[in-house]
């Protein structure tokens, strides 16, 4: 469901270098800060990298990008 929203100019601005410096459309930008903030205030004892590291690996997973760990040595 698509909904409009107006947002302050300033904040556009702001947006729009993160936007560019990540190849994303300020949409998209706006969806991202959005996701990380909403993961962050549900996981408050989490750091900010391990969160953008999960979603890095979640997005891997989806795209087929992985390797099967394989244990290299023996269970005791």
Known sequence: MATS???????VKHVKIHAEAE????PK???YWAK???IMIDNPDLPY???REALLASE???SGNMTRYE???KRK
């Open 5 to 11: 929203v107006r947002l302050d100019d300033a904040f």
């Open 23 to 26: 190849s994303r459309s300020v």
């Open 29 to 31: 930008q706006i969806e």
């Open 36 to 38: 990380i903030g909403q």
């Open 49 to 51: 990298e391990f969160v």
């Open 60 to 62: 891997e997973v989806k």
């Open 71 to 73: 244990r290299k040595t």
